[in-house]
């Protein structure tokens, strides 16, 4: 028995070992392209087997379809099973609807909970519509407090009452109150699992209390300290848990000036701290001072994550999230918003040219060259762009240096048009010498290029700190509008200043 024992342990030891062995960043695109290719074979089967069939026999191929289809999926379910579920989360995110949803079938049921936080929003609404009520429940009902509050808003609310009617008290106030904070506080993103201590205890007494857990909470790199009312007094590392003397006092080892997040506090300022003091985690307190959680570095990796995934989709014009495998008409409906914004725009630089179609007779020259104009002051503008919003997001750019910022990227962008506006210049010049409107031609580019650099600087500016001040996303549908300007104020510029000089 004692050695049925032992080898039971060190089988669990060696499992445990391996899970905690590194893993590899390849691994999920290799995963990828393996369960694709086992995909296509399980759909090569399927294939043949329905080519197989025949009428007085019909019986007997489904059954040996059906054994066939089950030996098809069998190597894929066992490539499934060993793999992370944010590996799974990726090759699901990866596949069509018909084949995401074979896959998703071949999860192993309590693992289910764990892929849905790790999904994106648009896929797990497919995996969420694909399972019956009770499927749901059983995936949600294993997760934690704060888990079950960041599915809640994509599930039925009869199973997340449910699911709430299963928890422990405690739970249920956790969860009620994570449910409660507002979407991007750092109370719907923090952890209710905490270690806490007393500051009138010695080391030894901490250690001993800490050697009764199963395991400690991920990403626990130090204890907090609290008094009789759990109000934070400081937290004890647990470098300096095991380096100081057991019979040292925590009041003595432990830090005091501790960086403590309120409630509700704002997940991307509680992001910039953690990048900025390079933590691991940080306790959560309520308004009284009260320790009710703790953020940790995993959360905040999403945080950056999303915000920066969410700033890409803005400034491109996207309302939300797409799933890459969305019906086309639910893809076109989230495009159309800033595709209309742009057409608007379109002709409306259309009339501005328009206006000038006596100007561009009399110069055909022109019509070649004023895209040249509109183009680099909207690359230009971009890279402007991209800066203030990065400033933004970091917390960088206030009221009191906001003019001086102004200033400096209009100097770079006069700097930019007089010397890229030059050559500019002087490349049309070189076209054109051999027409009496080379000289102007080259002295009316130089001249549309610094303007029209200028513009896109203050409107690269303006659009991100205004949205900023209005209490808006900075990044939304930013691009769009930056190229509206510079193409039409461009054009304008350009063939304005021609009017002038080819009377």
Not at 21 to 47: I, T
Not at 334 to 348: H, K
Not at 446 to 460: D, E, K, P, S
Request: overall charge negative.
């Amino acid at each position: 028995m004692a050695s049925q024992e032992t080898l039971s342990e060190t089988r669990e030891n060696a499992t445990a070992a391996q899970a905690r062995l590194p893993r590899d960043p390849e691994e999920a695109s290799r995963a990828l392209g393996a369960v694709q290719e086992l995909l296509r074979r399980h759909h090569l089967v399927v294939e043949l087997a329905h080519r197989q069939r025949y009428g007085e026999a019909d019986d007997r191929h489904e059954l040996v379809e059906n054994l066939v289809q089950r030996q098809a999926l069998s190597e894929l379910r066992s490539r499934l099973d060993p793999m992370h579920p944010a590996d799974i989360a990726y090759i699901l995110e990866a596949l069509p609807l018909d084949e995401r949803l074979i896959v998703w079938d071949l999860v192993k049921a309590e693992r289910d909970g764990d892929i849905l936080l790790e999904v994106s929003d648009s896929v797990r609404e497919t995996l969420i519509e694909s399972m019956d009520r009770a499927e749901l429940v059983d995936a949600v009902e294993s997760l934690d407090a704060d888990e079950i509050a960041d599915l809640a808003p994509d599930l039925p609310s009869d199973v997340v009452e449910e699911v709430r009617q299963q928890l422990s008290p405690e739970e249920r106030d956790q969860l009620r109150a994570a449910m409660s904070y507002p979407e991007n506080s750092v109370g719907a993103r923090m952890d209710f699992e905490t270690v806490s201590v007393r500051e009138d205890v010695t080391l030894e007494t901490v250690l001993r209390y800490l050697r009764g857990f199963d395991h400690l909470p991920d990403h626990t790199d130090q204890v907090f300290v609290v008094d009789r009312n759990e109000v934070l007094r400081g937290a004890l590392a647990l470098d300096r848990l095991l380096v100081n003397e057991p019979e040292a006092w925590v009041a003595d080892v432990m830090q005091t000036d501790v960086l403590a997040l309120q409630v509700l506090d704002s997940q991307s300022e509680a992001a910039q701290a953690f990048e900025r003091y390079d933590l691991v985690s940080a306790p959560v307190l309520d308004p009284r001072g009260r320790l009710i959680g703790r953020l940790t570095v995993a959360e905040v990796v999403d945080v950056i994550r999303e915000e920066g995934e969410s700033d890409l989709l803005s400034q491109a014009g996207l309302r939300e999230e797409e799933d890459l495998f969305s019906s086309v008409w639910n893809s076109a409906k989230n495009r159309w918003l800033w595709l209309a914004v742009n057409l608007c725009t379109a002709f409306f630089a259309s009339r501005v040219i328009g206006s000038f179609e006596g100007t561009i007779e009399k110069v055909v020259a022109l019509a070649a060259l004023m895209p040249i104009v509109a183009g680099i002051a909207g690359n230009s503008g971009n890279q402007t762009m991209t800066l203030i919003i990065r400033s933004l997001a970091l917390g960088q750019v206030n009221a009191s240096n906001a003019r001086r910022l102004v200033y400096k990227e209009l100097a770079i962008a006069a700097l930019n048009g007089i010397v890229w506006g030059g050559i500019a210049g002087a490349f049309a010049w070189w076209l054109y010498n051999d027409t009496p409107q080379g000289v102007t031609l080259g002295l009316t580019m130089t001249l549309a290029m610094i303007l029209n650099l200028l513009v896109g600087a203050l409107i690269a500016m303006a659009v991100p700190l205004g949205l900023e001040k209005l209490g808006r996303d900075p990044a939304l549908g930013s691009s769009v509008l930056l190229t509206f300007t510079t193409d039409s104020m461009g054009f304008f510029i350009f063939l304005g200043l021609a009017s002038l000089f080819f009377r």
